[in-house]
Nanobody, 127 residues
């Protein structure tokens, strides 16, 4: 079972950047597709980005061009680079591992596609 630990969140002004990291503890990280989701107060958890084992990526349409997902299998870590942040990006950001579909999945945006979740890291963007 994978344990996922996010880091890199914090308080940033609008227009700023943050890079989130998610470190996985298991030895099978390279076999999983990895995703990022976010949850704002009183809202549902929603998809942000995904990277599969082949390096293929998917993004929420509204975030394309500002957010970039990447992974480093040598250190079992997935990243989310967030640029030009806006107050509406304020949320808890979660990383997740998909053991079922290591490559493309049509369900990549669904929380139910993912088997393991981190505890989340808070991102707050001030105006």
């Amino acid at each position: 079972q994978e344990q996922l630990v996010e880091s890199g969140g914090g308080l940033v002004q609008a227009g700023g950047s943050l890079r989130l990291s998610c470190a996985a503890s298991g030895r099978t990280f390279s076999r999983y597709a990895m995703g990022w989701f976010r949850q704002a107060p009183r809202k549902e958890r929603v998809f942000v980005a995904r990277i599969d084992t082949s390096g293929g990526t998917n993004y929420a349409d509204s975030l394309k061009g500002r957010f970039t997902i990447s992974r480093d299998n040598t250190i079992n870590t997935v990243y989310l680079q967030m640029n030009n942040l806006r107050p509406e990006d304020t949320a808890v950001y979660y990383c997740a591992a998909d053991r079922r579909s290591p490559n493309y999945s049509p369900n990549y945006a669904r929380t139910t596609q993912y088997n393991f979740w981190g505890q989340g890291t808070q991102v707050t963007v001030s105006s």
